[in-house]
């Protein structure tokens, strides 16, 4: 199985500032797709942005885009101008090109945003 | 649109009780899956369907059973439940959309198993 690691439990950020949520991931494959979902205190997890491993080109989806280095195998993802109905729990996921449907999630983080 | 409709929201058994935590897709799609969600663990894979008749085991199967009988059904059975199987448990469907995978969750079950 695919390893995804979300190393900050917790992080907090003021309204309309920027915050850097970080993620890694362990896998051999070179074709895999990588996402970030908002799961808000309703717990429906919404989809925010997603990457494909072969462009380089990091995503953008208004306020949010992401940090891809695949060398590294890191996946940040960048809130800008910081809202508070950003304050949810984060996840990462990573799901291969090959194998198909299966989806590996981090652990989350826990956003909070203060007024 | 429903979507993916999971019932009940809510459930608490006792230890050993079995039950089935149902799981109603109406777009037609495929692929299903079942997660639970524990904190500090993220969401894991308890099993997946790719079709109609088709299951097979993600990362932590054991205690959960599941059948695939129709394209729009993909219930979730405890045959005992344990204390340890006390988690918030989604169901998913996804199709496919070029080389994307788009996955669409339920709202989730919360059991409590005492």
């Known amino acids: 199985a695919q390893t995804v690691t979300q190393s900050q439990p917790e992080m907090s950020v003021q309204e309309a500032e920027t915050v850097t949520l970080s993620c890694t991931y362990d896998?051999?494959?070179?074709?895999?797709?990588l996402f970030w979902y908002k799961q808000p205190p309703s717990r429906q997890m919404i989809l925010v942005i997603r990457?494909?491993?072969?462009?380089?080109q990091n995503a953008t989806e208004n306020r949010f885009s992401v940090n891809f280095q695949k060398a590294a195998k890191s996946f940040s993802l960048k809130i800008s101008d910081s809202q508070l109905g950003d304050a949810a729990m984060y996840f990462c996921?990573?799901?291969?090109?090959?194998?198909?449907?299966?989806?590996?999630f981090g652990t989350g983080t826990s956003l909070t945003v203060i007024p | 649109n429903a979507g993916v409709t999971q019932t009940p929201k809510f459930q608490v058994l006792k230890t050993g009780q079995s039950m089935t935590l149902q799981c109603a897709q109406d777009?037609?799609?495929?692929?299903m899956s079942w997660y639970r969600q524990d904190p500090g663990m993220g969401l894991r894979l308890i099993h997946y369907?790719?079709?109609?008749?088709?299951?097979d085991q993600g990362e932590v199967p054991n205690g959960y059973n599941v059948s695939r009988s129709t394209t729009e059904d993909f219930p979730l059975r405890l045959l005992s439940a344990a204390p340890s199987q006390t988690s918030v448990y989604f169901c998913?469907?996804?199709?496919?959309?070029?080389?994307?995978?788009?996955?669409?969750f339920g709202s989730g079950t919360q059991l409590s198993v005492l």
């Open positions: 998913a469907s996804s199709y496919s959309e070029g080389r994307w995978e788009k996955l669409f």
């Open positions: 996921a990573y799901r291969s090109g090959r194998t198909g449907n299966q989806f590996y």
């Open positions: 369907s790719v079709g109609a008749g088709i299951t």
């Open positions: 896998t051999s494959e070179s074709d895999y797709y």
């Open positions: 777009m037609n799609h495929e692929y």
């Open positions: 990457q494909e491993a072969y462009k380089q």
